[in-house]
């Protein structure tokens, strides 16, 4: 009987672990103050997925062009965006757009100075602070 419990409280812990990495996947993002530099954001949808919701969402302002990549759907999908000198907004998918991964790539072209937001989402509901950023 003693050994049952042990293996019921570890099986819940388990179970407890798993659900928290599943919760945490789906969203990326990132702030950046170095636009000159290449970076990549990835997102894996959640094992429940709260949503189907796939999106980009991009905002900031840059001296230069830039492109962001996004490839999903384990390469399938591809889409670029191309970012243009000055102030930049905006998204890309939406929540009829349903995936099991996406990535995402910044490239500077010109871009040596200013500041982006970038936000990736698969899968996942998305945060307040997106969810605003959007309806500007």
């Known amino acids: ?23 945490s996947r789906g969203h990326d993002s990132i702030k950046k103050t170095r636009v000159d530099q290449v970076c990549s954001l990835v997102a894996q949808s959640p094992p429940f ?11 900031g302002h840059l001296d230069g ?3 962001l990549d996004i490839v999903s759907n384990q390469g399938r999908d ?5 970012l243009k000198p000055g102030e930049v907004m ?3 998918g939406g929540a009829e757009d349903w995936t099991d991964d996406i990535q995402v790539r910044y490239t500077p ?27 500007e």
């Open 109 to 135: 072209g010109t871009a040596r100075s200013g500041h982006l937001y970038l936000s990736v989402y698969s899968g996942r509901i998305l945060s307040q602070e997106d969810s605003l950023l959007l309806s």
């Open 78 to 82: 591809r889409h670029q965006i191309r």
């Open 49 to 59: 997925r709260l949503d189907g919701n796939m999106r980009v969402i991009f905002k």
């Open 1 to 23: 009987m003693k050994y049952g419990y042990i293996l019921i409280v570890l099986i819940l812990l388990g179970v407890a672990a798993w659900l928290t990495s599943a919760i």
């Open 65 to 67: 062009d830039a492109t």
């Open 90 to 92: 905006g998204s890309y």
